[in-house]
């Protein structure tokens, strides 16, 4: 396919008409994209009047409001702030998606980002680098059904409108009129079901997405809420059956691999846990955005390998988690129980003293002080550390806790030891008893 | 026996598609080959737009940019000048405009038009990366077009 638009072309007439009175903001940090994103969509036939642009989220979120631009196309992260928000302001403020859209930028230009667009309806995903062809081969695609809507894909609209604005039955009655134009109705069965879940009725909404499913078994939308919904009613088989047709029409979202491995233990799909290992294990430099998703599944892997006494893997599927955790307390808390529980926190704190902790959140600091202290025989250097993170305002009961006992054990002067627990019992005055207990045990001793 | 979702699930859907990007400054005589640090944003028709740590070069400077395949582990160094085995391409541009980073103050964003370049070679490398897109517009696409009839 050429890469190039001819808007003299008889064929594109079409979409220089469609696009011809619709408004565009542009949603992006440096001024030299927002400038060509601009330039690209007069090709297509915007008018530069009716391009609007802002570089910051309140800005956008102000235009879009007062504005009410037809079309968004918004790099995914403004200023280092996600402008995922931005979709759902837009949808609620222009329901009727046929004269309305959202394309969103991402850098990170891999197929696992497909999987997050789906999730969001958007209507394209455009990846880094940008080229002015490749974003007019997107926003063709991604218009194309809008352009000659059925009487269907107008009743599909009304009925999203009414649902949006909270009118469930209203929506429910246009819905079910759609099926009468439409033998293929996926969209109104699905959005039956999403109505049908929201309502608390369970068992209409899986017969509503199970007849969508039989329409268009690769309709993503259908496939991630039943997925989700038979998780929720425990019937674990048939969401992995769900996610198994999901998989094998769509690249996994990497926020979906913790679930996928629980399912996949619950179900005792045990190959499927080496494989993910396999995989895992393959990935040497992944997107920053998809470290913690992949951190998380590492560690429920560990989890896994440590419980059923696979040592070897365990522990390396562990140290990945760890490395790639960036410090995230949760992920680090559950990393922690797992070594515990293979009695390797000796690794661990190998881990920590090789890592350059001041990058990572305080949280994830006093997670190294407590694996030093469960390793450490030197009541020192412990102590030492744990002064040092408390100086940085780093700190949880169980820091006071360690460096108390080790003072004590140190014989510490009471005056000292006195201060630490009055401290200790400042911050966190519900355990004060048991700090006082602490205490105590120094006359006994 | 039945399938599973892991025979499904590629590291490759993970990894990033693109190119490692190596510059040689040939007005400060000056090389920059932490790829890791530069991100390609912007294909022109005859140029480019990198986001690239400050201070790397000036507004006006002749630069060589080299395109490697991402998954390259360059065996040999850079060379002061000439020709680099290692690359894909490479083309002569020079440094038009400096934007700073909206958030980062010690990122820029480079605009560079090409001097001298091979410009199938250039046409090539940007049908790669719309290929690329082409097979993301398609996954989204293709579960909604049951129906539609162009």
């Known amino acids: ?445 | 026996m039945s399938k599973l979702i892991s025979e499904f699930i590629t590291a490759g859907s993970f990894q990033r598609f693109g190119h490692k990007i190596f510059i040689r400054n040939e007005t400060s005589h000056t090389q920059f080959i932490k790829s890791e640090l530069i991100t390609i944003k912007e294909l022109k028709e005859n140029g480019i737009i990198i986001e690239i740590p400050i201070n790397i070069c000036q507004k006006g400077h002749n630069l060589t940019v080299f395109f490697l395949k991402q998954d390259t582990i360059p065996k040999i160094k850079l060379p002061d000048s000439g020709h680099y085995r290692e690359a894909i391409m490479q083309v002569m541009a020079k440094v038009e405009n400096i934007e700073m980073h909206p958030t980062d103050k010690l990122l820029v964003n480079l605009d560079m038009n090409f001097t001298q370049n091979d410009v199938q070679l250039w046409k090539k490398i940007i049908q790669q990366y719309a290929d690329k897109q082409e097979e993301i517009d398609k996954m989204l696409t293709d579960q909604l077009n049951t129906r539609v009839k162009r």
């Open chain 1, 1 to 445: 396919m050429s890469l190039y638009f001819d808007p003299k072309d008889k064929k594109n007439k079409i979409y220089i008409d469609y696009f011809e009175n619709k408004s565009w903001l542009v949603i992006e940090n440096s001024t030299s994209a927002r400038s060509s994103i601009k330039k690209t969509l007069t090709q297509i036939g915007a008018k530069t009047a009716n391009l609007l642009e802002a570089d910051n989220i309140t800005e956008a979120e102000n235009l879009i409001t007062t504005q009410k631009p037809h079309y968004i196309i918004a790099n995914k992260m403004i200023q280092g702030t996600s402008s995922l928000d931005l979709f759902e302001v837009h949808i609620k403020t222009l329901p009727n998606r046929l004269k309305a859209g959202f394309f969103i930028i991402t850098e990170a230009n891999s197929l696992a980002e497909v999987a997050w667009a789906l999730d969001y309806e958007m209507d394209g995903i455009i990846s880094m680098p940008l080229n002015g062809a490749i974003i007019i081969q997107s926003i063709i695609k991604g218009v194309q059904r809008k352009l000659e809507p059925t009487a269907y894909l107008k009743k599909i609209e009304d009925g999203r409108t009414s649902y949006l604005s909270g009118e469930l039955d209203k929506a429910i009655e246009q819905f079910k009129s759609s099926l009468l134009l439409e033998k293929n109705a996926f969209e109104a069965m699905t959005f039956l079901g999403q109505i049908y879940t929201e309502q608390n009725l369970l068992p209409e909404a899986i017969e509503a997405f199970e007849k969508s499913l039989l329409l268009n078994s690769s309709y993503f939308k259908t496939l991630n809420l039943l997925g989700l919904l038979y998780y929720q009613q425990k019937d674990y088989k048939k969401s992995y059956d769900i996610n198994l047709l999901m998989a094998e029409h769509y690249p996994t979202a990497p926020e979906r691999i913790p679930e996928l491995i629980r399912l996949s233990i619950i179900n005792k799909k045990y190959e499927d846990i080496s494989n993910y290992y396999k995989i895992f294990q393959t990935i040497k430099s992944p997107a920053p955005t998809m470290q913690n998703s992949l951190s998380a599944g590492l560690a429920i892997l560990g989890k896994y390998f440590s419980t059923i006494n696979d040592t070897e893997r365990g522990i390396e599927a562990l140290k990945s988690a760890f490395a790639f955790s960036n410090g995230k307390y949760e992920i680090l808390k559950s990393i922690v129980h797992s070594f515990e529980s293979l009695n390797r926190t000796d690794v661990l704190l190998e881990l920590f003293e090789n890592t350059d902790l001041s990058l990572w959140p305080k949280e994830g600091q006093s997670i190294y002080f407590h694996t030093l202290h469960l390793n450490s025989s030197d009541d020192q250097k412990v102590i030492q550390e744990g002064e040092k993170l408390l100086k940085s305002n780093i700190r949880d009961p169980q820091m006071y806790r360690d460096i108390i006992s080790r003072s004590i054990k140190m014989k510490r002067k009471t005056g000292y030891i006195e201060n630490m627990v009055l401290e200790a019992q400042k911050h966190y005055p519900e355990q004060a008893s048991e700090f006082d207990a602490l205490l105590n045990s120094i006359s006994k001793a």
